[in-house]
């Protein structure tokens, strides 16, 4: 069995003033830079895959792979990814999740076929995942307890920057450039991560640790491909399906297997005992629920500018900038007041504003004006900061820091599975609300009210923000099919975020129940 005080520290010595080597605010530039090239691809390529489907030919379901598939392989790697971390160093497993990205980002705009860019799209995500745990963890050694919060901010403020900021410079690339160009933005970005990561980042890795838990890593994947699998399939198999409902059952024998392993193990993938600190696991529920109530939410906004108002991807990308101009001065602020006060009142506070957020959003009619979504977006930002910059400080801060490593990866595939999760229930139910008010949209605007078949067809492409038109009507039934289904697609999305904003209510409950990280490290911690 394996002990450890004080693991997880630099291997050689502490940094100084005259060395850049090892410095925190260093070290939080440096592992900025390789995340905001993640998130920035995470939100440029929505804007990019109308483009990709029909250049490359790909169909409605292909081009769902495109960022399906990314998001399988990261879920899956995640917390594999941050015990490689642990155990051969978070600096050496960054850089390398740097440069893979990088290159299977040139190796995707270069892809001629949509096979081959799936392809190089499930690699990516697994370059990803070596990335974002390892970056937690680096911060989590850096810097000493007391200026974690405001560390986590500030990398938060950068993460939600990149990510609004995503729409405005994909419809640029898109509209001035090329689809490709999307994923070639990837390469420089990469090269200065590398370079300053080379010069920045001191090596740091759990030294009492030393053996990778194969068949824990083997039924962990399982277990995380199973339930990510059933989650972004159901919409397609239906959630009551024998294969749905396999794939769940898979999931639950799975993760039992792993974790009875774990309470075995002599070196645990997961050790069991993380989640004896209520707060990590709060932490790790309010993950799921954060990022259930805003990825799923958000999934939609595209389709609703671009398909029902009918914007170009840079105009759609230019109505996000009050969330990216928000997150500039919420991250930061949050790290600073969960730092005074503890992160009870700021996440509270803050889900509490991200549901008033949602609500609005589920106000929105279909001539919505730029303020319209502005007073939401901006309100989103003050609201989400505080959130995942506290959420990841629970997680992350309340783990030992020898398990640092793994605790970044648990708090991001949290992430993973949760948006996952919000963009499946959360479409499913709109497909679900277009489906029933349908038909009487269609009579409401004179036209003959569509067969339960005709429904069937229809209710997929609407729930997309698509009219349905058949080639040859005259200009009236056109218009006439439009509104009608640009009207559902509203009905189905105010009642998206109608159920965003009661889970953002429920997530703001749990947070009663977790306290601060710790800001010393504790005494030794049983890790295998």
Not at 33 to 58: H, Q, S, Y
Not at 302 to 316: E, I, K, M, N, S
Not at 471 to 484: C, R, Y
Request: glycine fraction near 12%; charge should be neutral; charged fraction near 10%.
């Amino acid at each position: 069995m394996a002990h450890a005080k004080t693991v997880g520290s630099p291997l050689s010595g502490s940094p100084t003033g005259r060395r850049a080597q090892g410095h925190p605010w260093l070290t939080l530039i440096a592992v900025s830079l390789g995340v905001i090239m993640v998130m920035l691809d995470g939100t440029v390529v929505a804007i990019a895959n109308p483009v990709i489907a029909t250049e490359l030919g790909a169909s409605l379901a292909e081009i769902q792979w495109v960022t399906s598939g990314y998001l399988l392989a990261l879920a899956v790697f995640l917390i594999t990814a941050g015990k490689l971390g642990d155990l051969f160093g978070h600096k050496r497993v960054f850089m390398a999740g740097v440069a893979g990205f990088a290159l299977t980002s040139l190796a995707i705009g270069l892809s001629q076929g949509i096979g081959w860019l799936i392809a190089f799209r499930v690699l990516q995500g697994l370059f990803g995942a070596l990335l974002q745990p390892a970056a937690l963890a680096l911060l989590r050694v850096a810097f000493p307890g007391e200026r974690l919060n405001m560390a986590i901010g500030i990398w938060g403020a950068a993460i939600g920057v990149s990510s609004a900021a995503g729409p405005i410079v994909g419809g640029v690339l898109v509209e001035k450039v090329n689809w490709q160009s999307v994923f070639f933005i990837n390469v420089p970005v990469g090269l200065v991560a590398l370079v300053v990561g080379l010069i920045v980042i001191k090596e740091s890795r759990a030294g009492a640790l030393s053996r990778i838990d194969w068949p824990g890593v083997l039924l962990l994947s399982g277990a995380m491909f199973s339930l990510v699998w059933a989650i972004i399939k159901a919409p397609e198999y239906g959630w009551g399906d024998v294969k749905t409902i396999a794939f769940g059952v898979a999931t639950l024998v799975l993760g039992a297997l792993f974790a009875w392993w774990q309470s075995r193990a002599r070196e645990p993938l997961l050790p069991l005992s993380l989640f004896r600190n209520a707060s990590v696991s709060i932490g790790t529920v309010l993950m799921i629920l954060t990022a259930f109530s805003m990825f799923g939410a958000m999934f939609f906004l595209t389709f609703f500018f671009q398909g029902v108002h009918g914007l170009t991807p840079l105009d759609a990308g230019l109505r996000m900038l009050p969330m990216s101009a928000g997150m500039i001065v919420a991250s930061p602020l949050a790290g600073f007041l969960i730092g005074r006060l503890g992160p009870k009142i700021p996440i509270a506070g803050g889900m509490l504003i991200t549901a008033v957020s949602m609500f609005l959003l589920s106000r929105l009619g279909i001539d919505a004006a730029f303020v319209d979504t502005a007073i939401p977006f901006a309100l989103l930002a003050f609201g989400l900061s505080p959130v995942m910059v506290g959420a990841t400080e629970i997680i992350v801060g309340n783990a030992p820091v020898e398990l640092s490593g793994v605790a970044g990866g648990l708090q991001q595939s949290a992430m993973q599975v949760g948006g996952s999760l919000g963009t499946a229930v959360l479409g499913a139910i709109v497909v679900a609300k277009v489906a029933d008010v349908l038909p009487g949209h269609f009579t409401a605007q004179g036209l003959p009210a569509p067969t339960a078949g005709q429904v069937d067809l229809m209710k997929d492409a609407v729930a997309y923000g698509q009219a349905p038109v058949p080639p040859g009507l005259p200009d009236q039934a056109v218009q006439a099919i439009t509104t009608a289904s640009h009207l559902s697609f509203l009905d189905g999305m105010h009642l998206g975020y109608t159920v965003s904003a009661a889970v953002a209510v429920l997530a703001a409950l749990l947070v009663v129940f977790v306290r601060a990280g710790r800001k010393i490290d504790g005494p030794s911690v049983h890790v295998g």
